[in-house]
């Protein structure tokens, strides 16, 4: 289904300069989680990103994707993932805002998405707290799956019995989206192969050291399916329920893992979980 292609890897060089990519990417989600307020439209912050990544010497690389003409994509509530900025959509205290971000950089890309609670966590009904803990948890459960010689697939295992845990703990519905994965990520944002963000029941390629891929699981409070919107882009709960979404790009080296668009490289949740922290010196 997916491919069984022999993965590449990158030098350390090139994992350097994609690090700055993902440097900025992450700077960009940090600024915007500090504007993120009720009556901010998601346009502002679309505009907000495009002047901080350009004025650092970036390229918004969503605006690089055929057909997209925007720096983010703003999904809120029951959008998915891919919602359009607009003017006219007005966030509003307790929305739950999921944000998506990429940048280029001499020629290196980054992409990385973050999920929020508009006016804060006190905005936020515990159900939607429980989905972003559970989805962040997730990510990076993935992430920690992720070793040279091991298999692509098992990052999907392992996002999937996180979910699983979560909502076993929680006393909720969880749905994993599997209509939209991961993907690797260098030169373009979007290189082969995909990489689902659930269980697919098979192994995939082996790892190998210097591979590179964004890992982007997406959960909603109920079920897995989805629609598109008229505008063509805007994924959508076919249930009307609420979906989380969020993704960083990381490295996987023979000394361990690098998450490249965390502003810490991913060190803390890395090592909470018992996987090695393994930045380039």
Same mark, same amino acid.
């Given at each position: 289904?997916?491919?069984?292609?022999?993965?590449?890897? @990158?030098?350390?060089?090139?994992?350097?300069?994609?690090?700055?990519?993902?440097?900025?990417?992450?700077?960009?989600?940090?600024?915007? @989680?500090?504007?993120?307020? +009720?009556?901010?439209?998601?346009?502002?912050?679309?505009?907000?990103?495009?002047?901080?990544?350009?004025?650092?010497?970036?390229? +918004?690389?969503?605006?690089?994707?055929? $057909?997209?003409?925007?720096?983010?994509?703003? &999904?809120?509530?029951?959008?998915?993932?891919?919602?359009?900025?607009?003017? &006219?959509?007005?966030?509003?205290?307790?929305?739950?805002?999921?944000?998506?971000?990429?940048?280029?950089?001499?020629?290196?890309?980054?992409?990385?998405?973050?999920? %929020?609670?508009?006016?804060?966590?006190?905005?936020?009904?515990?159900?939607?707290?429980?989905?972003?803990?559970?989805?962040?948890?997730?990510?990076? !459960?993935? *992430?920690?799956?992720?070793?040279?010689?091991?298999?692509?697939?098992?990052?999907?295992?392992?996002?999937?019995? &996180?979910?699983?845990?979560?909502?076993? @703990? !929680?006393?909720?519905?969880?749905?994993?989206?599997?209509?939209?994965?991961?993907?690797? *990520?260098?030169?373009?944002? =979007?290189?082969?192969?995909?990489? +689902?963000?659930?269980?697919?029941?098979?192994?995939?390629?082996?790892?190998?050291?210097?591979?590179?891929?964004?890992?982007?699981?997406?959960?909603?409070?109920?079920?897995?399916?989805?629609?598109?919107?008229? !505008?063509?882009?805007?994924?959508?709960?076919?249930?009307?329920?609420?979906?989380?979404? %969020?993704? =960083?790009?990381?490295?996987?080296?023979?000394?361990?893992?690098?998450?490249?668009?965390?502003? !810490?490289?991913?060190?803390?949740?890395?090592?909470?979980? $018992?996987?090695?922290?393994?930045?380039? @010196?």
């Amino acid at each position: 289904m997916f491919g069984r292609r022999k993965l590449r890897g @990158r030098t350390d060089e090139q994992v350097l300069l994609m690090r700055e990519a993902g440097l900025l990417t992450g700077r960009t989600l940090a600024l915007l @989680r500090e504007h993120v307020r +009720p009556g901010v439209t998601t346009l502002e912050l679309d505009r907000l990103a495009e002047d901080f990544i350009r004025s650092h010497g970036g390229i +918004p690389n969503f605006q690089l994707v055929p $057909g997209y003409s925007h720096t983010l994509c703003t &999904s809120v509530n029951e959008q998915v993932v891919h919602g359009i900025p607009s003017s &006219s959509c007005v966030l509003r205290e307790g929305d739950l805002l999921s944000i998506d971000c990429g940048a280029e950089v001499d020629g290196w890309n980054g992409d990385s998405a973050m999920s %929020v609670v508009v006016g804060g966590l006190d905005a936020a009904r515990p159900a939607d707290l429980d989905l972003l803990a559970a989805t962040e948890a997730s990510l990076y !459960d993935g *992430i920690a799956a992720m070793r040279v010689g091991g298999r692509l697939y098992d990052i999907g295992d392992a996002i999937e019995a &996180s979910i699983d845990t979560a909502a076993r @703990r !929680d006393a909720r519905t969880y749905g994993v989206i599997d209509e939209y994965v991961g993907h690797g *990520i260098g030169e373009k944002m =979007h290189l082969d192969p995909q990489i +689902p963000n659930y269980a697919v029941g098979e192994t995939g390629p082996r790892l190998v050291a210097g591979f590179t891929g964004a890992i982007e699981p997406m959960v909603t409070l109920g079920g897995t399916g989805t629609a598109v919107l008229a !505008d063509d882009w805007t994924v959508v709960t076919a249930d009307g329920s609420r979906a989380c979404h %969020v993704e =960083h790009t990381v490295v996987v080296r023979d000394e361990g893992l690098w998450v490249l668009t965390a502003l !810490d490289g991913g060190q803390a949740a890395l090592q909470a979980r $018992g996987a090695a922290y393994a930045p380039i @010196r």
